[in-house]
């Protein structure tokens, strides 16, 4: 998935943009963020990154992915030739997951402005993800669209499915069962190898949460379809002596919602 697990905690430095440095300008697009303005943000990149998406686009992406609300760690300029900078950004998410991202700037109208943000290329895969794009996302939204979301209910009956099924992965030390049941459009991403590296650490410590089978789930925010076009359910189970806490998105593969991401963290 997407696990887009972005996919932010620091002192922003905004820059004069009279300058014309890339690093202010990034600076200023993630300040615009943090203060959770995703419009001015927006209004301020190069016209190829907005003919990419609509503002509303924008501004769902950046509020699914954390963005809105972020602070930005650290930023350094890793390259500049010719009208093309490209910079390394850190950043903690409104959520509080920390990502690195790939932000590549273009001369426009004689300023540097925001062309694209990205994940690093992936070790194993060669991917990189385009964050804010909508090219070749438009299909994979007609057809979700076209289905109806399940209601809060179903959805907890989803979740509670696929961490069940979680768990007995956990407990027989082999995703291979739960790999094969996920969205095969998250299997041409994610291969079963990197999906148990993922989790080790629940294999490792041989996390028991069979209790939740026993238990209704609570709904943190009501299901959703995301600026991806997956479906969303997040939510906790109060088990002890830890509280559950799963973040589950769904690809729609006819004739059923298939897992395409899986968070899961134990509080104390």
Not at 48 to 57: I, K, M, V
Not at 84 to 101: F, S
Not at 135 to 161: C, F, T, W, Y
Not at 182 to 203: C, E, H, K
Request: net charge neutral.
């Amino acid at each position: 998935m997407i696990r887009r697990a972005l996919f932010f905690l620091g002192i922003l430095v905004v820059g004069c943009a009279a300058e014309s440095d890339p690093t202010a300008a990034a600076n200023l697009f993630f300040s615009q963020l943090a203060d959770s303005r995703p419009a001015a943000a927006f209004a301020d990149t190069s016209f190829f990154f907005r003919h990419q998406q609509t503002e509303a686009d924008f501004k769902a992406i950046a509020h699914e992915t954390g963005l809105t609300g972020c602070a930005l760690q650290k930023i350094e300029k890793t390259a500049v030739v010719g009208k093309t900078a490209k910079l390394l950004a850190e950043v903690r998410t409104r959520h509080g997951l920390v990502a690195p991202l790939v932000v590549t700037l273009t001369r426009d109208h004689g300023e540097w402005r925001v062309f694209s943000v990205k994940s690093p290329m992936h070790i194993e895969t060669g991917i990189s993800e385009n964050f804010f794009t909508r090219i070749g996302k438009g299909p994979q939204l007609a057809s979700v669209h076209a289905n109806p979301l399940p209601d809060e209910r179903s959805a907890l009956a989803m979740a509670k499915e696929t961490m069940l099924s979680f768990h007995d992965a956990v407990q027989q030390k082999s995703f291979e069962d739960f790999y094969d049941g996920v969205a095969r459009s998250w299997q041409r991403q994610l291969t079963l190898g990197m999906l148990t590296r993922t989790f080790d650490g629940f294999i490792s410590q041989r996390t028991n949460l069979i209790a939740i089978k026993d238990l209704e789930g609570v709904l943190k925010i009501p299901p959703r379809i995301d600026s991806d076009g997956l479906l969303t359910i997040t939510g906790s189970f109060l088990t002890q002596p830890h509280r559950i806490d799963f973040d589950i998105r769904y690809y729609y593969e006819l004739p059923n919602w298939r897992p395409f991401g899986v968070a899961v963290r134990l509080i104390q």
